[in-house]
């Protein structure tokens, strides 16, 4: 069955940096835009950065621009989120999304950033 799962979430100081995965099954990886999205509590979900089928081409919202970066290994199914210089700001729920002849999302991990 289909399956995306996210992992890497987790507790962290202001400034420092997680990396996040999204490990896909289940559907051709290679044939979705893959992105990384997050919900704070009693705020929308928002797009975090989105990345090509390719790789070649990414997109950033502009709260996470310089800090972050997106990245995929076609090879392995999976997508990464590289969170540098990590605020309080973004604490949030982090999912990642397949968008493609199907929308497929994972349930998500939660990342806190807390001194």
């Known amino acids: 069955q289909v399956q995306l799962v996210e992992s890497g979430g987790g507790s962290v100081q202001p400034g420092g940096s997680l990396r996040l995965s999204c490990e896909a099954s289940?559907?051709?990886?290679?044939?979705?835009?893959m992105s990384w999205h997050r919900q704070a509590p009693g705020k929308e979900r928002e797009l975090v950065a989105s990345i090509s089928i390719s790789g070649l081409i990414t997109n950033y919202a502009d709260s996470v621009k310089g800090r972050f970066t997106i990245s995929r290994d076609n090879a392995k199914n999976t997508m990464y989120l590289q969170m540098n210089s990590l605020k309080p700001e973004d604490t949030a729920v982090y999912s990642c999304k397949a968008r493609g002849p199907n929308l497929y999302w994972g349930q998500g991990t939660q990342v806190t950033v807390s001194s």
């Open positions: 289940g559907f051709t990886f290679n044939s979705y835009v």
